[in-house]
T-cell receptor, first 113, second 112 residues
């Protein structure tokens, strides 16, 4: 069965803290994605990775960085968390090629105080 | 203009009726079109994808694509209370086949 897992369901951090969100998939997918989801704004792509050590900016990369050292793992890093980064963060993975089905993790609800 | 537009709803449909969800997109080069369902507090899950003009049926769900009009729709026949959810339309970007853009979703409520 397809599985994407995220390190935390809920996370509370303080302004200025460094935050790591981890995502692991067990489907041997090439592509991995980080989105944030906010009411009325839908899912917005932060970063995308199509291979190990490869990354591409999405629509809203400011304030975020990513790391993909292994195929199955894709990390999202908030270097200095701010209150406007309070959101639901969703990780997804898919096969390479014409846009394929994306499988989502359960999400991490991050609150920055 | 948003790249993928959906009416936010809520769309209220009586149980047993047909629910019709609509989506328009702006990139004429888009090739792949998806409908995801998202229950409250859960992550999106794929219901259907469609690549060619016309209709594609899967059980109670039918996806319809009209590339000339840049229009995608999802029909849900014999609507059930369990169909109450937010439905996200997603479209790939011509410039990057693997990336898809999501609409902000239509909230569907099936009333018994």
């Amino acid at each position: 069965d397809v599985k994407v897992t995220q390190s935390s369901r809920y996370l509370v951090k303080r302004t200025g803290e460094k935050v790591f969100l981890e995502c692991v998939q067990d489907m041997d997918h090439e592509n991995m994605f980080w989105y944030r989801q906010d009411p009325g704004l839908g899912l917005r792509l932060i970063y995308f990775s199509y291979d190990v050590k490869m990354k591409e900016k999405g629509d809203i990369p400011e304030g975020y960085s990513v790391s993909r050292e292994k195929k199955e793992r894709f990390s999202l890093i908030l270097e200095s968390a701010s209150t406007n980064q309070t959101s639901m963060y969703l990780c997804a993975s898919s096969n390479r090629g014409r846009a394929d089905t994306q499988y989502f993790g359960p999400g991490t609800r991050l609150t920055v105080l | 203009q948003k790249e993928v537009e959906q009416n936010s709803g809520p769309l209220s449909v009586p149980e047993g009726a047909i629910a019709s969800l609509n989506c328009t997109y702006s990139d004429r080069g888009s090739q792949s079109f998806f409908w995801y369902r998202q229950y409250s507090g859960k992550s999106p899950e794929l219901i259907m994808f469609i690549y060619s003009n016309g209709d594609k049926e899967d059980g109670r769900f039918t996806a319809q694509l009209n590339k000339a009009s840049q229009y995608v729709s999802l029909l849900i026949r014999d609507s059930q209370p369990s169909d109450s959810a937010t439905y996200l339309c997603a479209v790939n970007r011509y410039s990057s086949a693997s990336k898809i853009i999501f609409g902000s979703g239509t909230r569907l409520s099936i009333r018994p």
